[in-house]
T-cell receptor
Framework: AQKITQTQPGMFVQEKEAVTLDCTYD???????LFWYKQPSSGEMIFLIY??????QNATEGRYSLNFQKARKSTNLVISASQLGDSAMYFC?????????????FGKGTRLSVIA | EAQVTQNPRYLITVTGKKLTVTCSQNMNHEYMSWYRQDPGLGLRQIYY???????DKGDVPEGYKVSRKEKRNFPLILESPSPNQTSLYFC??????????????FGEGSWLTVV
């Protein structure tokens, strides 16, 4: 069974600093995808970044990048130059991709607070 | 515009009064699912559907029903809501065999309170 672990319930970061949100996963499948979502206080789920298990390069999207370490089964999200608008809940998720009916499995989330 | 639409967005209801949360997508996706989000637990899958008339239980299906009579719609039914179903609910959709994996669409969420 797939499992996602986010060990940081809450994090604080100073504005303009970088922050790393941790995520480890467990799966027996070889083909899977890893996702990060942002959830502001308004509640919607905003897709941030995706990493496929066979991608050799770490994914980057603007200020977001992943530190993907396959052997350690970790996919940490790095947010550079934090902004006040980055304050939100962040969820790590994964989906095994060997069949079409596998669900997206989420971690419990990390609440990030950016301080001015 | 590609989107998943949920209604209602906000609802306060009483214990035992049947309610339906609708979900509609305009992308011709085969796969649709419902999640609930609770503090400290993340999102957990309630039910999913791989196509019309094909539904199956997720991790937390107790107290819920779903139907998939049309490809675009996947309503979540609470026959007799209880306070422990107070939660934030999300509908999501994607193509069934989306190997690339990163095109999952979420609705905006439905905040449900059962008193």
């Amino acid at each position: 069974a797939q499992k996602i672990t986010q060990t940081q319930p809450g994090m604080f970061v100073q504005e303009k600093e970088a922050v790393t949100l941790d995520c480890t996963y467990d799966t027996s499948d070889q083909s899977y995808g890893l996702f990060w979502y942002k959830q502001p206080s308004s509640g919607e789920m905003i897709f941030l970044i995706y990493q496929g298990s066979y991608d050799e390069q770490n994914a980057t999207e603007g200020r977001y990048s992943l530190n993907f370490q396959k052997a350690r089964k970790s996919t940490n999200l790095v947010i550079s130059a934090s902004q006040l608008g980055d304050s939100a809940m962040y969820f790590c998720a994964m989906r095994d991709q060997n069949s079409g009916n596998t669900p997206l499995v989420f971690g419990k989330g990390t609440r990030l607070s950016v301080i001015a | 515009e590609a989107q998943v639409t949920q209604n209602p967005r906000y609802l306060i209801t009483v214990t035992g009064k049947k309610l339906t949360v609708t979900c509609s997508q305009n992308m011709n996706h085969e796969y649709m699912s419902w999640y609930r989000q609770d503090p400290g637990l993340g999102l957990r899958q309630i039910y999913y559907s791989m196509n019309v008339e094909v539904t199956d239980k997720g991790d937390v299906p107790e107290g819920y029903k779903v139907s998939r009579k049309e490809k675009r719609n996947f309503p979540l039914i609470l026959e007799s809501p209880s306070p422990n179903q107070t939660s934030l609910y999300f509908c999501a959709s994607r193509k069934l065999n989306d190997i690339s994996g990163n095109t999952i669409y979420f609705g905006e969420g439905s905040w449900l309170t059962v008193v």
